[in-house]
């Protein structure tokens, strides 16, 4: 089985997030790049998998949509273990155009399960995973926070309401993956930094697909009030406040 | 033309969540001159289907389908596709929960419809059509143009009040035709908790943090949720730690939460957790250092050990509550 993990490009999630001039972007002055956590816990967890030999993992894949500019984070990917790379050589124009790309990807090089992480920390959208298995037209799971092999296939934990399910599909199949799915996140040893340097990122041009969404402008979340602090000899006077004052309670 | 607003329900029961969704839908439907249809999947009781018309859904489609007793992605977005269609719809707007997020997408692609996922107030635009949500982990908002004809909205929970604009629903009742094998997805094993209050459900969230030093000290966390009626939530630390369930944690990279009132106990409120908390209308801290990051969010604090405060706060709870 060959597997493929989608990874993108995100400002360190410590960021202080400013814009540049006329809101319509971040600054990206002095932004550390990672790889997004969900995107690098489901490269963990592949890891992981393949680790086991009894499991049959042939490869582990990442693919990645964005300019030459983020090949250090593919890099990353690589030294943490993954065994190549795909770059669709574009700006991730949104998730459409996003999805669109990768789908391209999958259906040329023909891989059995796909990672995907929950959402990006910088768009928030939680949207291209399910796109993708959309394009290829195979099954999705989304809120994956458990997959393992059992009698060598795949099975899924996926989080509902106040609960869990374990559930399979059939290959292939798209994983939506978000918390539990690996503990820590794997790091980079210097002999994977090493090894990275030459193993092989192959660059793909992007297919003509057009976006539907795009950000006209951020903005900053409203400030909060100032807080208003309470003796800790009298937590009564907060109850206080908020049954009169904030009336939650 | 009408706004479709898919409307989940728990065993065969509507909460807050499915009103506020359709709230949102008359919102919507108000704006764009239109009407809103309420989908419900599943076995639900008319009596229970009229209260979707109480919060502004002219019409209720109930489609009930042995097929879909098991949520698979494909065939539930096959549904929607199919009843949007039926309907003529432009606006198909869902919540942004497990559910949304696993039918949004592949609807998007199958009716080439842009997505503005994790919305929290109206559209503030009808042209462009611009859609106010959540980025860069709720350290920013963006204003995002969706330029298709079809527009997919998935709502943020518990980010829009619930309006009641009584209207008479009609419920029509209609089959779909799904084969066995299309269904994907088995399902070998559910395990469910029962009886508890959902953290992503509860208008109070009492939530603790390293501070709180040792699993053994959680009583009073417990206790004071319940009094309160809402749920327990922990930091990171804490579940990776194993002292809570990683079910509790909030933060970038656990539950998202947006309840009424947010209690950080002994939690300092770095960036991640901020993340997952910051939507809460109301934020209260408890902590030993005045200079945690957590006080810069909070509207009300207490600095001190929360260890002693907690009691205190716990027995001036029973007080009102008597």
């Not at chain 1, 002095?30 to 963990?44: A, M």
């Not at chain 2, 076995?43 to 698979?72: M, P, T, W």
């Amino acid at each position: 089985m060959k597997i493929l993990v989608c990874i993108s490009n995100v400002p360190d999630t410590t960021t202080k997030i400013r814009f540049a001039p006329g809101n319509t972007s971040i600054d990206i002055a002095g932004i550390q790049w990672v790889i997004n956590p969900w995107d690098e816990l489901s490269l963990t967890r592949a890891l992981e998998l393949k680790d086991d030999a009894a499991n049959g993992i042939k490869s582990v894949t990442v693919v990645h949509v964005g300019p030459a500019a983020s090949e250090p984070t593919i890099r990353k990917a690589l030294a943490i273990g993954a065994d190549d790379a795909v770059r669709v050589n574009a700006e991730p124009r949104d998730a459409y155009y996003t999805a669109a790309q990768i789908a391209e990807v999958v259906k040329k090089e023909q891989f059995d399960i796909i990672l995907c992480g929950i959402e990006s920390s910088d768009y928030n959208g939680s949207i291209v995973g399910g796109m993708v298995a959309e394009f290829l037209g195979v099954p999705s799971v989304s809120s994956v926070s458990g997959i393992k092999f059992e009698n060598g296939q795949p099975v899924m934990t996926r989080e509902i309401d106040g609960g869990k399910e374990t559930v399979t599909v059939p290959v292939p199949f798209v994983a939506i993956v978000q918390k539990g799915i690996a503990k820590e996140p794997r790091i980079a040893a210097m002999r994977g930094i090493m090894m990275a340097r030459s193993k092989p990122v192959k660059l793909v041009e992007p297919v003509a697909v057009e976006s539907l969404t795009q950000v006209l402008e951020y903005e900053k979340p409203a400030p909060r009030a100032a807080c208003k602090y309470i003796d800790s000899e009298n937590p009564a006077q907060l109850i206080g406040l908020l049954q009169n004052e904030a009336k939650v309670i | 033309m009408s706004v479709l607003v898919y409307t989940e329900n728990w065993d065969g029961k509507f909460k807050k969540l499915s009103f506020e969704l359709v709230s949102y839908a008359a919102g919507v439907a108000k704006m764009t001159g239109s009407s809103v249809t309420a989908l419900s999947v599943g076995r639900v009781e008319d009596a229970e289907l009229k209260k979707l018309g109480d919060y502004g859904a002219a019409k209720i489609v109930n489609v009930n389908n042995d097929q879909l007793a098991v949520f698979d992605s494909q065939v539930y977005a096959g549904v929607l596709a199919d009843i949007s269609a039926g309907k003529g719809s432009k606006i198909i707007i869902l919540a942004n929960n497990n559910t949304g997020k696993a039918i949004a997408p592949r609807l998007s692609v199958r009716l080439k419809a842009g997505v503005g996922s994790g919305v929290s107030r109206l559209p503030l635009n009808l042209n462009p059509f611009t859609v106010y949500k959540r980025s860069y982990s709720g350290n920013a908002f963006a204003h995002m143009e969706i330029n298709s004809d079809i527009k997919i909205l998935t709502l943020a929970q518990n980010s829009f009040d619930i309006a009641s604009t009584p209207n008479t629903a009609t419920i029509e009742n209609t089959f779909v035709t799904i084969e066995a094998s299309q269904v994907k997805t088995v399902v070998k094993n559910v395990e469910k908790q029962t009886g508890k209050m959902l953290l992503t459900d509860a208008d109070i969230v009492v939530s603790g943090g390293r501070g709180m030093k040792s699993p053994d000290n959680w009583g009073p966390i417990v206790e004071l949720a319940d009094l309160l009626g809402g749920a327990t939530a922990c930091s990171r630390p804490v579940s990776d730690e194993g002292w809570r369930p990683h079910t509790e944690h909030t933060g970038q990279t656990g539950k998202i939460i947006a309840p009424n009132l947010y209690i950080a106990v002994g939690i300092s409120g770095a960036t991640q957790h901020l993340a997952g908390i910051s939507s809460s209308k109301y934020i209260v801290a408890i902590n030993t250092d005045k200079d945690a990051p957590i006080f810069e969010a909070a509207q009300y604090g207490i600095v001190g050990d929360a260890l002693k405060v907690l009691p205190k706060l716990v027995e001036a709870v029973k007080e009102i509550k008597k």
